[in-house]
């Protein structure tokens, strides 16, 4: 699809948008399909936008079962989420359904995604917490592959605060196999519109451990995961969670400050 301008591959979402749409409704009873994220406007579209759909009273069977049937007809290029809007974090459910209107202002935008992430990325540390207190106590067979699961739930909300500032501010993500890492690189250099870096000092190299084991759960290299490992990354983790939250507030006063610049 890279022969073709990113606007067209956005059209063509589209398109393929509608016949989801339209299978989810005929074929599962879907009561309402949503589009949102990229694909509707609520943030840049990219050469990375997936389709994110949200579907209004569908059990948890015809979701399996939609999802199954979609992902055999969905082109490769195009990576999708199909989300209840019942289930959703209340957070989520605010932006699917547009209750809370998004500023028109850049810099306040972006805000407001960072902070929606920032409670995605602290509903997963919780989580990552209380694993970690029946570590003890849980058979290692059970707990080592679900740690190693949150463990990457909170590093990519990480990487999703990266995607946004990449996206909104210096113009896209890098491209190539290893984006990922180029991806937090990238974000510790100052950017476009003069942004500051978003992970600074020791934190980078803090994060720099968590694409590469990110990429051994995601292909389910589970195999390989071994529990004290798993344990040592969990623990780290902890320990850099509260840098993070420092680097996101100062950087949510960098974007105030933008604002009342404007």
């Given amino acids: 699809m890279r022969n073709i301008t990113l606007e067209e591959r956005k059209q063509k979402a589209l398109e393929i948008a509608k016949n989801c749409i339209q299978i989810l409704k005929q074929e599962f009873g879907a009561n309402d399909v949503i589009i949102f994220g990229s694909l509707r406007g609520d943030s840049p579209w990219h050469w990375e936008s997936d389709l994110d759909l949200a579907v209004k009273r569908m059990s948890d069977e015809q979701i399996w079962d939609a999802y199954g049937k979609l992902e055999k007809i969905l082109p490769s290029w195009l990576q999708f989420d199909l989300v209840p809007v019942e289930q959703v974090p209340y957070y989520v459910r605010d932006r699917i359904l547009q209750t809370k209107p998004m500023s028109d202002n850049l810099y306040l935008a972006l805000k407001t995604r960072l902070e929606d992430e920032m409670l995605?990325?602290?509903?997963?540390?919780?989580?990552?917490?209380?694993?970690?207190?029946?570590?003890?106590?849980?058979?290692?067979?059970?707990?080592?592959?679900?740690?190693?699961?949150?463990?990457?739930?909170v590093y990519t909300g990480c990487e999703h605060m990266s995607e946004r500032v990449a996206v909104t501010l210096d113009g896209g993500l890098p491209t190539g196999?290893?984006?990922?890492?180029?991806?937090?690189r990238q974000m510790a250099d100052p950017g476009n519109h003069n942004r500051p870096p978003l992970w600074q000092g020791s934190l980078l190299l803090e994060l720099d451990e968590y694409p590469k084991f990110s990429h051994l759960v995601r292909h389910n290299y589970q195999v390989k995961l071994k529990a004290k490992s798993v344990l040592v990354l969990a623990k780290k983790l902890i320990e850099t969670a509260p840098k993070v939250r420092e680097a996101i507030k100062q950087f949510n006063q960098w974007?105030?400050?933008?604002?009342?610049q404007t």
């Fill in 120 to 153: 995605a990325f602290e509903d997963n540390f919780t989580m990552l917490i209380s694993l970690m207190d029946q570590a003890q106590t849980v058979p290692e067979a059970f707990v080592t592959p679900t740690l190693a699961s949150y463990i990457v739930d």
């Fill in 177 to 184: 196999q290893n984006w990922h890492e180029q991806l937090l």
């Fill in 255 to 260: 974007l105030e400050n933008q604002d009342n």
